[in-house]
């Protein structure tokens, strides 16, 4: 309902639905360069995914690496991965969760992971 009874203001409700999407697509640019870790074994093998969830760097410390045993080294390179895709959802739904919201909910919007 619109106080006073009247129309709401077209022009305004475009620029305000502007806004909030140049405020979302700065935030998605942000989590694209922001960078998180993820870790297994006890620091063992480190992962690094942006916020956007892409995978930018894994590292596995040599003690890690049993050429009789690459079963284990592979489940750890993935709970790695999937730590620091955890992070980066986190991390989505701090910068991005505020902004959905404000475009009428935050679940059910396309290209957000909320």
């Known amino acids: 309902m619109i106080p006073g009874g009247g129309q709401p203001n077209m022009q305004q409700l475009l620029q305000q639905a502007q806004k909030m999407q140049q405020d979302l697509?700065?935030?998605?640019?942000?989590l694209a360069d922001t960078e998180v870790d993820g870790q297994a074994g006890g620091g063992l093998v480190r992962a690094t995914v942006t916020g956007a969830g892409e995978l930018r760097a894994l590292r596995i410390?040599?003690?890690?690496?049993?050429?009789?045993?690459?079963?284990?080294l592979a489940d750890l390179?993935?709970?790695?991965?999937?730590?620091?895709?955890?992070?980066?959802?986190?991390?989505?739904?701090?910068?991005?969760?505020?902004?959905?919201?404000?475009?009428?909910?935050?679940?059910?919007i396309p290209g957000l992971p909320f």
Not at 25 to 30: G, H, K, P
Not at 61 to 72: G, L
Not at 82 to 91: F, G, R, S
């Open 25 to 30: 697509q700065r935030a998605q640019a942000e």
């Open 61 to 72: 410390d040599p003690k890690a690496v049993d050429p009789e045993d690459t079963e284990t």
């Open 77 to 108: 390179i993935v709970a790695a991965v999937q730590a620091a895709n955890e992070n980066a959802q986190t991390l989505q739904q701090q910068k991005l969760g505020p902004l959905a919201q404000g475009l009428g909910g935050g679940t059910g």
